[in-house]
């Protein structure tokens, strides 16, 4: 964190310059409303987008209104029927009384007048620009010193759709959008607690993007959501476009291969996350959520191993672990054996290996080098090609570069079906961040064992253990429960044990709430059942 | 949670203990004991065992009574000055010789069963950098990779054996105790060299979080340790024959090469064996390596260990260099077990007494 910290520091004090100098500039609104327009007028020049709509209202047309909205960010149908409509047609049909509408039309509108939901008024024009931005209204009357920001955004956007890259058979299909607003509500629709709380800021000088913490108000761990508000605010950056951002920004250690935050796209996973007294942040446009803190475990589950029998969850799990190590040191194993170990392979398929290999010209690393890229690029031209498309880059890289390559004897067959096992293997690992911190340190992996063999892979490894070890996710090891073992979280780690067992949040977490749930054994629920059938035979 | 205390807990404490015992010695231990004590070879490890587990305790006892020092501080205050910074050197050169010895080992039997083509000295500096890599980051990841690596090592070695219960020849053990004292007290002197690296004790206590059990650590470390070496040879005698096993420089390899898993694909076992001996003999350099880091930079008084560790490298690469052969290696060995008598036997007595002498004269001089 020593040079991250200094960096954060030395933004620190470029904020508070910036601070002095904002104290300067924040003009009031002005009572005159010409003055205002003018000034929104001037700061938004060059923006055709805007629309500026003067009405004029009262008996005699005598007062000047002005909304200001962004073209395409606001909702038409709002303004049109909740503001002009109401303003201009319905307001005259149910008329207060006149005198006081004279005094104090201001008010009326207020009050009376306008049928949107949500109004606030304010008396800040550089934050009324803000909000025009976001795709509220402004209204501006004339004589009165604050303009009235009516929530109208409404823009195109994707509605929720299933989450493409984290898939289950059995669960909910709902996905984050890009729209921050429809992402806290669906994670509200899975919590309908008090205590959830959503709490919002703005990051980006010049994006002024949404970004909303997400917790549990009377379980998560005070000190974890201090040092992430800490870290947020001292974020200081001219936009933020995805997760991503966020997520580089306030991790502790940026040279790791490994996410120290799990990103999601499913509402589910936060929900359940939140409960665990995790902490989740959700920015606008992106439809990523950030999971903090992230252990190794953690990335290992899907939503699915809870919602399966245990057994079966503890299988995949167990499946997915060994994925891992395969998808790790897969092809290296394969590079030490044929070209360092010979003899410890069993002497029959030492023998097969040496004749598929007749005739490779290229030593076994190369062969694996030349392989794997190979796979890599046809991942990579896969991903940016459209989808019908894709599916024939897949055809083409598995059957026909793989055959071909076969036979023309550039590799050995026995190193494609390595290849593929590594890659189907990476594939298997539920978060994609891992699986591609995964894959980068299977040529790190690689490289060891073509220059050292087995004890390259065992050197690697400790290498990367010992990496993992020092890594810490918001102060929690990485590698935790692991490490500073407890067996109530390990439980949920290589296997997932019995949804009766996890009567406790996780302990690595130290929330203040620490019971999940009742201690409600099966021979309790076995004699509530029969208690309830004697009540039935009674009747 | 966001804790950086940079101290171990109790399970974490029993767990470095064990693996930085478990080190290059596991390898040549059923023959040293065989050659010794023949078929008593279990009885001298159980013996051998606990009385390194007195000594252990002893040191562990006077370490104890000064939490927040380490050797370099607490010696001084029990032995005047000129003495501690004397007895501290000899420390750090008895961390630095063990390290040296099992990184020379382990170099040997890599070379002659993996890499033959590979020189020592490629092996020997490659896993010092890999070691001096994490004694940087202090006693945490070393005692947290202990944890992640102590289930990896254990249960393989365990399983590995079952097998071959079938080739077992019970009557390799017999007879029992008919064996002078003195061929006993030389099987035990000949377990010393497994049970090295109990000595961390004397400089580790101030990283260990305050109120630990260290008593019950050290225990069931001990235990484990002596368990875990009585199995291990317990198969190994069990299946050559303590005379066969006796002439053997690594009979470990050699019966794990014998394993044949019935209709199991993998033939020769020993590479899995080599790789988790890898783990172990890196987890005992690497505590070998911080301690005498940590003992330096005591005695220079450095602010942080972290500026020393890879000054050390060269010396404990040069001092691994020394030994010719691997015959002299061991030769080697043994004379350091000199100054393991010194460290383990005579200096725990010695430094009881001034702290005995030491409390009187407290006493003595509240009373005036």
């Keep these: 964190m020593g040079l991250f910290n200094k960096l954060f520091k030395n933004n620190k004090s470029n904020k508070n310059g910036n601070d002095e100098d904002k104290d300067v500039v924040s003009p009031k609104v002005k009572e005159n409303i010409e003055e205002n327009i003018k000034y929104i007028k001037d700061m938004l020049k060059d923006s055709d987008d805007i629309i500026y709509r003067e009405i004029w209202v009262g008996e005699e047309f005598q007062h000047k209104l002005e909304l200001v909205f962004v073209d395409g960010l606001v909702d038409k149908s709002i303004i049109n029927e909740h503001v002009m409509h109401s303003l201009m047609l319905d307001s005259r049909q149910a008329k207060p009384s006149i005198e006081e509408i004279k005094k104090n039309i201001y008010e009326v509108i207020k009050k009376a007048a306008i049928t949107g939901g949500d109004i606030k008024e304010i008396d800040d024009l550089d934050k009324c620009i803000t909000s025009i931005l976001s795709g509220d209204t402004a209204l501006f009357l004339d004589g009165h010193p604050k303009v009235v920001i009516i929530s109208s955004r409404g823009w195109q956007m994707r509605s929720v759709a299933p989450p493409e890259t984290e898939m289950v058979v059995r669960g909910a299909r709902e996905g984050f959008t890009e729209t921050l607003r429809v992402n806290t509500a669906l994670v509200r629709r899975w919590i309908r607690d008090p205590e959830l709380k959503i709490k919002q800021m703005q990051i980006g000088k010049r994006s002024k993007t949404d970004v909303a913490l997400l917790y549990i108000d009377d379980i998560v761990n005070k000190d974890l959501l201090s040092e992430i508000k800490e870290r947020l605010e001292q974020i200081d950056i001219d936009g933020v476009l995805e997760s991503g951002y966020i997520e580089q920004l306030i991790e502790e250690d940026w040279h790791s291969p490994f996410p120290q935050m799990l990103n999601t796209e499913r509402p589910d996973k936060v929900a359940a996350s939140v409960l665990e007294g995790r902490i989740a942040i959700l920015i606008d446009n992106s439809p990523f959520a950030l999971i903090i803190p992230t252990t190794l475990a953690t990335l290992f589950q899907s939503p699915e191993d809870y919602f399966e029998r245990w057994m079966i969850s503890s299988l995949l799990r167990i499946l997915r672990f060994t994925a891992a190590v395969i998808a790790l040191v897969g092809p290296s194993i394969y590079i030490a054996f044929t070209s360092y170990h010979p003899g410890m392979i069993p002497t029959k398929l030492a023998l097969y290996i040496a004749s598929t290999r007749q005739g490779v010209p290229f030593p076994a690393f190369m062969e694996a080098l030349i392989m794997e890229a190979t796979f890599e690029l046809l991942r990579e031209a896969g991903i940016r090609l459209p989808v019908p498309i894709g599916q024939t880059i897949g055809i083409v890289g598995g059957l026909i570069i793989g055959q071909a390559a076969v036979m023309a004897g550039i590799v050995s067959p026995l190193m494609v079906i390595v290849v593929a096992v590594t890659a189907v293997s990476s594939f298997s690992i539920p978060s994609y961040s891992a699986a591609i911190a995964f894959r980068l340190l299977r040529f790190a992996f690689m490289l060891f064992a073509a220059v050292l063999g087995l004890y390259g892979i065992m050197l690697c490894l400790i290498l990367m253990l010992t990496h993992l070890v020092v890594l810490k996710s918001f102060g929690l090891p990485y590698l935790s429960p692991f490490v500073e073992v407890n067996l109530s979280d390990l439980a949920d780690t290589l296997i997932r044990a019995p949804l009766m067992m996890f009567k406790k949040r996780p302990a690595i977490l130290d929330t203040q709430d620490k019971k999940r749930m009742k201690d409600l054994r099966p021979e309790e629920i076995e004699s509530m059942e029969i208690d309830r059938r004697n009540g039935n035979d009674k009747k | ?368």
């Design chain 2, 1 to 368: 949670m966001i804790k950086n205390n940079d101290k171990i807990s109790e399970n974490q404490t029993t767990i470095l203990l064990f693996t930085t015992m478990l080190g290059a010695g596991i390898l040549s231990l059923s023959a040293d004991v065989a050659k010794a004590a023949g078929p008593n070879a279990l009885i001298v490890i159980l013996l051998g065992g606990i009385l390194a587990l007195i000594l252990a305790r002893f040191i562990g006892y006077i370490a104890s009574k000064f939490p927040t020092e380490t050797f370099v501080e607490y010696s001084a205050k029990l032995m005047t000055k000129p003495v501690s910074v004397i007895l501290s050197i000899f420390l750090v050169a008895y961390f630095l010789i063990f390290c040296s010895l099992n990184l020379r080992i382990f170099a040997e039997v890599t070379k002659s069963y993996l890499l033959n083509s590979t020189p020592v000295e490629v092996i020997m500096i490659t896993m010092l950098f890999t070691s001096g890599y994490i004694v940087r980051y202090g006693i945490e990841p070393i005692a947290r990779l202990s944890e992640i690596l102590f289930p990896i090592m254990v249960i393989p070695m365990m399983i590995i054996f079952l097998p071959t219960i079938t080739d077992l020849d019970l009557s390799n053990f017999l007879p029992i105790l008919r064996i002078s004292f003195l061929n006993l007290l030389k099987g035990i002197l000949s377990t010393t060299y497994s049970f090295i690296g109990f000595e961390i004790l004397y400089v580790i206590f101030p990283y260990i979080q305050m109120g630990t059990k260290f008593k019950k650590s050290i225990n069931i470390s001990f235990f484990s340790i002596i368990f875990f070496y009585i199995y291990v040879t317990f198969y190994t005698i069990g299946i050559f024959g303590y005379k066969e096993t006796s002439v053997q420089l690594w009979p470990l390899l050699t019966v794990i090469k014998s394993i044949n898993f019935p209709g199991f694909f993998i033939e020769n076992l020993e590479s899995l064996i080599m790789g988790i001996w890898t783990f172990a003999v890196f987890t005992s350099i690497s505590a070998f390596h911080y301690a005498a880091t940590l003992t330096l930079s005591k005695l220079i008084k450095a602010r942080e260990h972290t500026y020393l560790v890879i000054p050390l490298i060269p010396i404990i690469y040069f001092m691994a260099l020394i030994p010719d052969s691997i015959v002299e290696v061991y030769k080697y060995a043994s004379y350091a077990s000199i100054l393991t008598l010194f460290f383990v036997v005579i200096l725990p007595i010695l430094m009881f007494l001034a702290m005995k002498l030491r409390d009187k004269g407290m006493k003595n001089s509240e009373k005036n």
